[in-house]
T-cell receptor, first 111, second 111 residues
Framework: GQNIDQPTEMTATEGAIVQINCTYQTSGFNGLFWYQQHAGEAPTFLSYNVLDGLEEKGRFSSFLSRSKGYSYLLLKELQMKDSASYLCAVRDGTGGFKTIFGAGTRLFVKA | DSGVTQTPKHLITATGQRVTLRCSPRSGDLSVYWYQQSLDQGLQFLIQYYNGEERAKGNILERFSAQQFPDLHSELNLSSLELGDSALYFC??????????FGSGTRLTVV
């Protein structure tokens, strides 16, 4: 089966850097995604990692270590609009390519 | 507009009833995924279709069924509705290997 763990909530200050961690267990790892979801809205794709290392995209970076079953999303120069839930999701290639989502980390950015 | 269209946006119905949710994927995407998100819960994977064929199944209840038609739109049928089925139902589409694009969701309220 699959298991994805990430912190429930985090608080950070505008302009700061925050790191959201995610650990996972899956039998058929085929990539890891990060999504942003504002309350009541659809998730939007942020990043995709399938090989170990860091992927940088503007203010957002995502890191993956497959051997450790670990990823993090790094948000720099935080803005108030970054207040949202951040969902870690693992793609499992066993029996079809389904993507399983973690419960999400609710990030509060304060002034 | 993400390119994934879901209808209706809101649906209120009584317990025991049956409803159909509709999704049109983004142009060119062959895969359609259905997810359920209850209040303050993570996204729960229901089912995936690829080019008309069921490809992967999650924890979808027997009261729920889905299909993908030749024009690639998909329908999720929910029957014998219970109060606990109240949730946001998201449809997503993708090109295999890339991130999902989500529709804006259907908010189902069972009273």
């Amino acid at each position: 089966g699959q298991n994805i763990d990430q912190p429930t909530e985090m608080t950070a200050t505008e302009g700061a850097i925050v790191q959201i961690n995610c650990t996972y267990q899956t039998s058929g790892f085929n990539g890891l995604f990060w999504y942003q979801q504002h309350a009541g809205e659809a998730p939007t794709f942020l990043s995709y990692n399938v090989l170990d290392g860091l992927e940088e995209k503007g203010r957002f970076s995502s890191f993956l270590s497959r051997s450790k079953g670990y990823s993090y999303l790094l948000l720099k120069e935080l803005q108030m609009k970054d207040s949202a839930s951040y969902l870690c999701a693992v793609r499992d290639g066993t029996g079809g390519f389904k993507t399983i989502f973690g419960a999400g980390t609710r990030l509060f950015v304060k002034a | 507009d993400s390119g994934v269209t879901q209808t209706p946006k809101h649906l209120i119905t009584a317990t025991g009833q049956r409803v159909t949710l509709r999704c049109s994927p983004r142009s060119g995407d062959l895969s359609v995924y259905w997810y359920q998100q209850s209040l303050d819960q993570g996204l729960q994977f229901l089912i995936q279709y690829y080019n008309g064929e069921e490809r992967a199944k999650g924890n979808i209840l027997e009261r729920f069924s889905a299909q993908q038609f030749p024009d690639l739109h998909s329908e999720l049928n929910l029957s014998s509705l219970e109060l606990g089925d109240s949730a946001l139902y998201f449809c997503a589409s993708s090109v295999e290997g890339l991130g999902y694009t989500f529709g804006s969701g259907t908010r189902l309220t069972v009273v």
